[in-house]
């Protein structure tokens, strides 16, 4: 039988790491993936190892890197186009629900 040994660690706030004495079942982290055991010991706010944490590049850097894409009008009309559709796609599934709930409401009615 192994012995549980918690991972935890000192190390200052990063990413969705920060350091603390809750225990977590599992960490997000992409080092921990591939393990059967991500469990580790953090603040209660945290949902990565530091090992994780400490892997990903730096937050600061990350921006200068890689900025946020700009946003074009061709973006904005596949944006309000991809909106509509979703709509369109919420009122189909309303409309069906509305239909089995009539047909629900006539057999609760109907007394054969
Ligand atoms: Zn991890």
């Given at each position: 039988?192994?012995?549980?040994r ?6 200052p706030q ?12 599992r960490?997000v982290?992409q080092?921990c993936q591939?393990?059967d055991d991500?469990s ?10 530091a090992d994780c944490a400490y892997?990903l590049p730096?937050?600061q ?5 890689d900025?946020a894409?700009?946003?074009t009008q061709?973006?904005?009309i ?8 979703q709509?369109?796609?919420?009122e189909?599934a ?6 089995a709930?009539d047909e629900?409401?006539q057999?609760?009615i109907?007394?054969?």
């Open positions: 039988m192994a012995i549980v918690w991972k935890t660690d000192s190390r990063r990413h969705g790491w920060a350091p603390g004495e809750y225990i977590h079942a960490c982290g080092l591939e393990l991500s580790f010991i953090g603040a209660k706010r945290a949902i990565m190892c892997a730096d937050p850097s990350e921006q200068v890197v900025p894409p700009k946003l061709e973006k904005l596949e944006m309000i186009k991809d909106m509509f559709r709509v369109r796609q919420i189909l309303l409309e069906e629900f509305e239909d709930r629900a409401d057999h609760e109907d007394p054969g």
